[in-house]
DNA sequence: GTTCCCCTGCGG
DNA sequence: CCGCAGGGGAAC
């Protein structure tokens, strides 16, 4: 799912949902690539603690805790954090989903996905990190341990200049496309704004780097300010997985121009919207309007 | 720089 | 059956 704007729609939604809340009980899935830090580890660690603040660095979501350590958080391709009053069709599978009438609310019950559960001690809800394809992370710092995913981090997509893209892209000849995607470049940045941000600034996502000018660069930054900045707005793109931690839906979906268009036309000059693939994502891209 | 891999599910 | 999917890291 998430890049930076539905990183930042669940940072923005979770933490009321954390805050101050006393941890009582931990249940996790087993031992996987999931976890960074041991389940075992964690099931020990939290109890006891409270969250005091959440934040983001690139994809990445910290919850501080008040002993000083620091649970670090990636959503993966298919994570989804929220609390346990969310009802969505998002949280069940399709199967499940199709013996249900349209209009059932059903409650969400922990499933084999569901890899980590935060108990509290007060009457709220719990709070769930449900992950189908693991490639999310969960990570226990101690006080004041750093971590070489977060150290490695360039400067936050929605502060990025065209300055920083134009010497970052100079030394580079693969494509700049690829170069968005490069997270010790500018972090928060995926498939889909990547995409969107070149579309609006009429730029190939093959071109080389060191071909952009500097007032591409420059119109780079601001078309990637301006997609990641409404996405938020929209309550970011909820393509197959995502929900907010309410289980809200978000809408950018329905804006995008040129991401999963492939073969519709362009809405600018009606050409057929094109795929290719780049850093083995797909890539979707007007070959008229961007050159 | 590319290429392959991690993992699960969906849709053609 | 096959290819595809908002991610990222390690190995060539």
Request: net charge neutral.
């Given at each position: 799912m998430p890049e930076l704007p539905e990183v930042e729609i669940t940072r923005r939604r979770i933490e009321p949902l954390l805050l101050e809340r006393q941890i009582a009980r931990v249940k996790t899935t087993r031992d996987s690539y999931f976890f960074l830090t041991k389940p075992k580890t964690l099931r020990r660690a939290l109890p006891g603690r409270r969250v005091t603040a959440v934040t983001r660095q690139g994809k990445y979501l910290i919850a501080d805790l008040d002993n000083g350590q620091r649970l670090l958080l990636h959503l993966g391709m298919t994570g989804q954090f929220f609390g346990a009053g969310a009802t969505s069709v998002r949280l069940l599978s399709s199967t499940q989903r199709a013996a249900l009438s349209p209009e059932t609310q059903v409650k969400f019950e922990p499933d084999e996905h569901t890899h980590l559960q935060l108990w509290f001690d007060d009457a709220g809800p719990a709070v769930f990190f449900r992950d189908v394809r693991k490639f999310g992370k969960v990570r226990l710092l101690k006080c004041n341990e750093s971590d070489p995913r977060l150290d490695r981090l360039g400067i936050d997509a929605l502060k990025v200049s065209g300055e920083d893209l134009f010497r970052a892209s100079k030394p580079r000849k693969a494509a700049i496309k690829n170069l968005l995607l490069d997270q010790s470049v500018c972090?928060?940045?995926?498939n889909i704004y990547a995409d969107e941000a070149l579309f609006i600034s009429g730029v190939r996502p093959t071109r080389r780097a060191f071909r952009m000018t500097r007032s591409e660069c420059n119109q780079l930054a601001t078309n990637l300010q301006r997609v990641l900045s409404r996405s938020i707005e929209t309550g970011g793109a909820s393509i197959s997985d995502f929900v907010g931690p309410d289980g809200e839906d978000g809408h950018y979906q329905d804006e995008t121009q040129v991401y999963g268009r492939t073969g519709k036309p362009c809405h600018h000059c009606a050409t057929t919207i094109r795929r290719t693939v780049l850093a083995q994502r797909g890539t979707h891209y007007c070959p008229s309007c961007q050159r």
């Open positions: 972090a928060g940045i995926g």
